[in-house]
């Protein structure tokens, strides 16, 4: 059973920065897709970057040009660059991977929370 921890949430200030990162238990095959989530209370859970294989990125409009996504593969490591972050981007924030061999998985999440 593959593990997914992040950690590196915290609290800031608006304006400031945060990389939470994502790691694997152990090496991942056949990846597809890693991304990004989150979900602020009393609200859906959405979407805010992916990173394919090839590798190539996307990322939800309200954070492009402020988050970078990036992968570690020989750390078997996601991460989320955040910069100018914005009260409403207080959430908790989950790393997902699709492969090809493990199916679908989650991290636990880790709190971010921006305060103005």
């Known amino acids: 059973q593959v593990q997914l921890v992040e950690s590196g949430g915290g609290q800031v200030q608006a304006g400031g920065s945060l990389t939470p990162s994502c790691a694997a238990s152990?090496?991942?095959?056949?990846?597809?897709?890693m991304a990004w989530y989150r979900q602020a209370p009393g609200k859906q859970r959405e979407w805010v970057a992916s990173i394919t294989s090839r590798p190539s990125t996307n990322y939800a409009d309200s954070v492009k040009g402020r988050f970078t996504i990036s992968s570690d593969n020989a750390k078997n490591t996601l991460y989320l660059q955040m910069n100018s972050l914005k009260p409403e981007e207080t959430a908790i924030y989950y790393c997902f991977v699709l492969s090809g061999s493990l199916g679908s998985l989650w991290g636990q999440g880790t709190q971010v929370t921006v305060s103005s």
């Open positions: 152990r090496r991942l095959s056949s990846v597809a897709t």
